[in-house]
């Protein structure tokens, strides 16, 4: 059975390789194909195909489609009230006509901009401006794309729905997603600093008459937000790890201070109404994504699927520390383009399993999945931002992934090390 259940995730991989069906669609059907396989019956109260997988799984990760959507809201309000174009602005004016500090300052605002929201809207704040920016300074498309990939990405280990995602989908307390994430963090940032030092160096400068970008019209330049109001990224970061504040109520109070520092009293509920209904628009997805994954998780958590993958998995997975880094390292490819390593698909039922079958602790599986999505969240050219941030700056996915690649190698290899040394 446990063959039958691996062979049938390999055939979802495809479907979702040569997007046959959506990510969430195959995820569905690859865990009521699980469900049946493990032998679950259709009705019934504990165990069941169609409450335990299906109504308790879509809903299993509720509190992470709450983080998703607030911290979609808090994006929209950066936008709409102009806080991350005026960040960038200010960069700008401030770098003046040195690409590498142009770009430095902009990789600082992907930062800030990713540690609140993720995927392609977090790219958009900060490129939206800061790439035609970096391109008119110098800096080549590609690298300008490639320095808000990895600027959002070194502010992933900080987005705080992802603390939330993998401690629902891991059963794992926050705390102990948050201790893994902040060591990881500096990983992110170093070989950041390093791609834009290095590559702005080593592409050269290009003048920004030569280069064609494909981009959409730029937007109506809005007034410049308060000094103040451009705190705003740093709220709720601030309270979650000053002030071990929950995740949901300090999104909650970055939105409050947004509103607070750019919208007139009369013009507070309109704001906030507006930037809501946005909101819905840009979480829509990533939700829909986390109710499939829920499926998943509580479709190979049932015994039957435990019993049979667990031996499998167990067998094929190193215990030494030495052999678990270079192993996962060497499987760094397997988590782009929506592989069975990649966390926000299949990569949570393998997460699960991992965790379910006790074959590594639990903050083992954390930093092992978190080092996996540095290197999907930037190079995966099948990702949003990725696509996004690449076409923006004129050039294709793939020439973004082959720029960063190399480096959010090295982000892994470094996670994978220090899980390893700690978790192991």
Sequence with gaps: MGIAILVLMAVGVVLMLTRVLPTAF???LLALGISILA?????????????SVLQ????SLASTMIAVLLGSWLGTLMDETGIASTLVRKIVEFGGERPSVVALGVFAVSILCGSITGSAPAAMLAGVVGIPAMIAVGVSPVVAGGTVLMGVGAGSPLELPVWQFLADALGAPVADVKSVMIKLFPMALVLGIAYVLV????KGARHAWAVKLGRPKARVRRGDAPWYALLTPLVPIVLALGFAVPIVPSLLAGV??????????????????????????????PIALFA??????????????????????????????????VVFVILVPLCLFRG??????LGAGVAGVLVTGGIYPMSGVIGMMASYNQVFGVSDPTSTQTVWAAQYAGVRAEKAMASTLP??????????????????
């Design 26 to 28: 195959a995820l569905v």
């Design 39 to 51: 032998g679950a019956p259709w009705f019934g109260d504990k165990n069941s195909i169609l409450t």
């Design 56 to 59: 308790t799984g879509a809903a």
């Design 199 to 202: 590559e702005t160096r080593r």
């Design 256 to 285: 409050v201070y947004a509103l607070a520092t750019t919208a007139r009293w009369g013009e507070i509920n309109g704001r906030a109404l507006r930037s809501l209904y946005r909101a819905f628009e840009v979480a829509a997805p």
């Design 292 to 325: 499939a994954i829920g499926i998943l998780l509580a479709a190979v958590k049932l015994p039957g699927a435990k019993n049979a993958l667990t031996p499998i998995v167990s067998a094929i997975s190193p215990a030494a520390p030495f052999w678990f880094v």
């Design 340 to 345: 069975p390593l990649n966390v926000f698909g």
């Design 407 to 424: 480096y959010t190698w090295v982000v892994a290899l470094g996670g994978m090390i220090l899980t390893a040394v700690l978790y192991l």
